[in-house]
């Protein structure tokens, strides 16, 4: 099988590491992960599979939603 490395910032390597099980390759880990969520067809298929998700730490969630607020900002909405 032929491979192509990929570059990940520092924090999703933390992340995948997070959810790596024992033994397992990374391209396993990433491969498991996306067909745990292409195998969503429901909202309720959807939450079981977010529940495997990490939490999200401090950061990335003040992070996520300074972004949203910034965008809140500036985004402009037609109402008509």
């Known amino acids: ?12 390597y933390e992340k ?8 397992e390759s ?3 880990t990433i491969d ?5 969520v292409g ?3 429901t909202g309720r298929d959807i ?3 977010l529940a495997a998700v990490p939490e999200l730490s401090y950061e990335d ?10 965008n809140r900002e500036t985004e402009t909405w037609d109402n008509g």
């Open 1 to 12: 099988m032929s491979t192509k490395t990929i570059a990940v910032d520092t924090r999703v």
């Open 61 to 70: 969630a003040r992070v996520m939603l300074a972004v949203v607020a910034e």
């Open 39 to 41: 195998a969503a067809h």
């Open 26 to 28: 990374f391209s396993k």
């Open 47 to 49: 939450l079981r599979s």
């Open 32 to 36: 498991r992960l996306i067909d745990h």
């Open 16 to 23: 995948l590491s997070g959810v790596r099980r024992e033994g």
